[in-house]
């Protein structure tokens, strides 16, 4: 049921699932297909309004989605079935579904701003043939990797840190100062080798952070660096001390 609020115009939570291969990334840009463009689109092909939603966060080109959270600001006051209907109606034809629609839990919820929490899933396929049917969903790695000893670089960067190390020169947060509450990394066997899991979870993440500590992990498990470098580049603040970015897919 809609709540009571003294917002006008109602605001619709929505929660997405995209492959994110075609699109230039999330944010919406002139001329490039985008994750924000799709849906802003397809709102305008339902409703008539051409508005700006506003986004959980903002993902690079190649990132996927499993529950990413928007919302959206509409004059009329339509139900929450005829939202997710409509959009994935217009959405068809696109790499980009609503799983869900609600109202927005009160006046003063927002996407960004009111979430809780954000987690990331990595993973790396880890044998000699090359991926087919998930060739955009992992990072072919054929050097055997460590699980151990990427788990024990990985917990250097759990907690409150300065992350200047791991993201992005481009990163527009205000300070790198992140609390990262957990990374975790599961192994499990598949045809030909073994599957990487890395999860981790935050309440919010710089720009190319995830990115850039998997790619470094991934040093650590082929042997290139010792677990405790992992540490000593965190304390470095400095990007040049950081491993290579991971590809986004």
């Not at 001329?31 to 339902?46: H, K, M, N, S, Y």
């Not at 903002?58 to 996927?64: F, K, L, P, S």
């Not at 060739?135 to 200047?164: C, P, S, Y």
Request: proline residues 6%; hydrophobic residues 40%; contains cysteine.
């Amino acid at each position: 049921a809609r709540p009571d609020r003294a917002r006008l115009m109602p605001r619709y939570k929505l929660t997405l699932e995209y492959d994110g291969t075609a699109y230039n990334g999330f944010q919406a840009q002139d001329g490039q297909p985008t994750v924000q463009g799709a849906l802003e689109d397809a709102i305008a092909a339902f409703s008539g309004e051409s508005i700006r939603i506003a986004a959980a966060g903002r993902t690079d080109t190649g990132v996927h989605a499993t529950a990413q959270v928007i919302h959206a600001d509409l004059k009329r006051d339509w139900p929450v079935a005829t939202v997710l209907n409509a959009m994935n109606a217009h959405l068809v034809r696109q790499d980009v579904c609503v799983l869900l629609a609600e109202y927005a839990p009160d006046p003063d919820w927002h996407a960004r701003f009111s979430a809780t929490g954000r987690g990331y899933l990595y993973r790396i396929l880890n044998r000699r043939p090359q991926p087919v049917l998930e060739r955009d969903r992992v990072w072919h790695v054929k050097k055997t990797l460590d699980a151990e000893a990427m788990q024990a670089g990985a917990n250097h960067l759990i907690g409150l840190h300065d992350f200047t190390t791991f993201r992005s020169t481009m990163c527009q947060s205000a300070s790198p100062v992140k609390t990262l509450d957990e990374i975790a990394i599961d192994e499990m066997a598949v045809p030909g080798g073994t599957e990487y899991r890395f999860h981790l979870r935050a309440r919010s993440f710089l720009h190319n952070q995830v990115r850039s500590i998997v790619g470094t992990l991934e040093r650590v498990g082929a042997g290139a660096w010792d677990p405790a470098r992992v540490g000593a580049a965190l304390d470095a603040r400095d990007r040049a001390a950081c491993g290579p970015v991971c590809p986004p897919h």
